[in-house]
C-alpha cells in the first residue's frame, strides 16, 4: 500500500541548485517513512527545466523547479529538514507540498529563520 505525497521545489536559480541536490539525495537515502522511521528513502526530485516541453505555451521557463512524488513520506520531516537546509538565498526558497486526500498543496517558506506555511491558512486545515 502506497501513500503518495506531490511535491515541487522552487530555488534561486543561480545560487542554491547544488543545494537542491543534496534535499534529493536525502529525500532518496535518508528521509523517514511515515509510521515506518526505520526505513529510509521515500523518492526522488526531477528538475523540470530538464523538460521544458512539460510546461505550457511558446517560452521557456525562467523559474528553477523540481518535482517529485513521494511514497510513504513523512511530512512534517521533509518540512523539517527544507527548513534546515542552508540554503544561500532562503527568501526566494519555496517548497509546495500535497499529501494524499489534501485538496491542496501548501506553500511553505523560509522567513525569519524558520520555517513557516503561507497557504492556505491554517484555518483552511481545520475545515478538511
Not at 545560487?15 to 523518492?43: C, I, Y
Amino acid at each position: 500500500m502506497s501513500w503518495v505525497t506531490n511535491i515541487l521545489l522552487s530555488v534561486d536559480i543561480t545560487e542554491d541548485s547544488a543545494l537542491v541536490h543534496e534535499f534529493d539525495r536525502w529525500l532518496r537515502t535518508l528521509a523517514p517513512r511515515q509510521g515506518q522511521p526505520e526505513v529510509k528513502g521515500v523518492g526522488s526530485l526531477r528538475s523540470l527545466q530538464d523538460s521544458p516541453e512539460s510546461w505550457g505555451g511558446v517560452k521557456y521557463p525562467e523559474a528553477l523547479l523540481w518535482a517529485g512524488v513521494l511514497n510513504k513520506a513523512d511530512v512534517a520531516a521533509v518540512v523539517q529538514r527544507f527548513g534546515t537546509t542552508d540554503w544561500r538565498v532562503p527568501h526566494l526558497v519555496q517548497l509546495l507540498i500535497q499529501d494524499q486526500e489534501q485538496g491542496a498543496f501548501r506553500l511553505w517558506m523560509i522567513r525569519d529563520g524558520g520555517v513557516c506555511q503561507y497557504a492556505p491558512l491554517p484555518d483552511f486545515d481545520a475545515d478538511e
